[in-house]
């Protein structure tokens, strides 16, 4: 069975600070991992994908996150922290086979609350 | 591109009537729909998921006939929501994909509906 683990429920982090939003996953076969963002009353927007290929990813917003292969983590970033990305972040994963097929659908993890103080 | 609409962004409904609402992928063709429901501050729980021309497949504890699912349309997809009572009240989320359910294509995701049920 896939699962998504995001340890904290909160991440506070002062404006113009490094942040970073923790997550860890398990599937069968090869994931496919996902970070979205939700700001309150909105749906969730796509912020950035491994699929293969560089272990960094750069996404929307100056977000990257760094796939890690032995510690089944794709841990989301950013170095200078802005106000406005207070939101709700959901890391997601999808286990896919050789073949491209998937084991299952897309399961997403608890979601972490950014806070970024001025 | 892969813009995913739902309409109504908000409703409010009297206890014991339906409501519908809608999902459309506006510049694609969704081979699968699914339809998520989210309660404040937790993830995104998978309701169903729909092929066009197909019967929806319900995640386990969802009740079919309450919860009535239609994708009759590569771009439309619409989930009623029977005889609704308060504890129906969440933020219902659609997401489209461009392939089958079993194929590790990207989720496009609408804006969420807000249903208060009073």
């Known amino acids: 069975a896939q699962s998504v683990a995001q340890p904290e429920d909160q991440v506070n982090v002062a404006e113009g600070n490094p942040l970073t939003v923790k997550c860890t996953y398990s599937?069968?076969?090869?994931?496919?991992l996902f970070w979205y963002v939700q700001y309150p009353n909105r749906g969730l927007q796509f912020l950035l994908k491994?699929?293969?290929?560089?272990?960094l990813v750069k996404g929307s917003y100056g977000f990257e996150a760094e796939f890690n292969k032995s510690q089944t983590s794709f841990h989301l970033k950013k170095p200078s922290a802005l106000v406005s990305d207070s939101a709700l972040y959901f890391c997601?994963?999808?286990?896919?086979?050789?073949?491209?097929?998937?084991?299952?659908?897309?399961?997403f993890g608890q979601g972490t609350i950014l806070t970024v103080h001025p | 591109g892969a813009v995913v609409s739902q309409h109504p962004s908000w409703v409010i409904c009297k206890s014991g009537t339906s409501v519908k609402i809608e999902c459309r992928s506006l510049?694609?063709?969704?081979?699968?729909m699914f339809w998520y429901r989210q309660f404040p501050k937790q993830s995104l729980m998978l309701m169903a998921t729909?092929?066009?021309?197909?019967?929806?497949?319900?995640e386990q504890g969802v009740e079919k006939d309450k919860f009535l699912i239609n994708h009759a349309s590569l771009t439309l997809s619409t989930l009623t929501v029977t005889s609704a009572h308060p504890e129906d009240s969440s933020f219902y989320i659609c997401?489209?994909?461009?392939?089958?359910?079993?194929?590790?294509?990207?989720?496009?995701f609408g804006p969420g509906t807000r249903l208060t049920v009073t």
């Open positions: 997401s489209a994909s461009k392939g089958s359910a079993d194929h590790s294509y990207e989720q496009y």
């Open positions: 599937v069968s076969g090869n994931p496919y």
């Open positions: 510049d694609f063709q969704a081979t699968t």
């Open positions: 491994y699929i293969t290929g560089d272990n």
């Open positions: 997601a994963v999808r286990g896919v086979n050789a073949g491209g097929t998937s084991y299952g659908k897309l399961t």
């Open positions: 729909s092929n066009e021309g197909s019967k929806a497949t319900y």
